[in-house]
């Protein structure tokens, strides 16, 4: 029972982390004019992310599945990365035109590949339902 629970959430899980690059964000970039409006909430839902990656890891550890979800492990600590590491650097990169000799642009670059790293980890681990 515990296992089919851990699955449903890990699966609702990966589908919106694809979700949220695919149509959700660039939906709120066509859909609302202040750009800078859609970004923060974008931020948001990108942490909302974060948080729900590290709640399915903790539901993991708990679980019998703990030792086949390394890809998942993977993607939530490149989630973590953007979140409480790259976030930081782009917003100074925003607030003063460039952090580390990089303007946000590029440290914006940095993160999405990251988010898309992460999506591919969890991908791997639905194709080969290395979950369960």
């Known amino acids: 029972m515990l296992r089919n629970v851990f699955r449903v959430v890990f699966v609702l899980w990966a589908g919106s982390l694809w979700s949220l690059a695919a149509w959700v964000a660039p939906t709120l970039f066509r859909a609302q004019a202040d750009r800078h409006l859609a970004g923060v909430l974008a931020a948001r839902l ?10 399915v890891a903790v539901f993991a550890l708990l679980s019998l599945s703990r030792t086949k979800f390394v890809w998942g492990y993977s993607a939530v600590v490149l989630l973590s990365i953007n979140e409480w590491v790259l976030k930081r650097i782009m917003a100074q990169a925003l607030a003063h035109g460039a952090a580390a000799n990089l303007s946000f642009g590029a440290w914006h670059g940095v993160s999405a590949v990251l988010y898309v790293l992460a999506c591919l980890a969890v991908l791997r681990l639905v194709w080969n339902e290395d979950f369960r």
């Open 46 to 55: 990108f942490s909302i992310e974060t948080y729900v990656g590290l709640g």
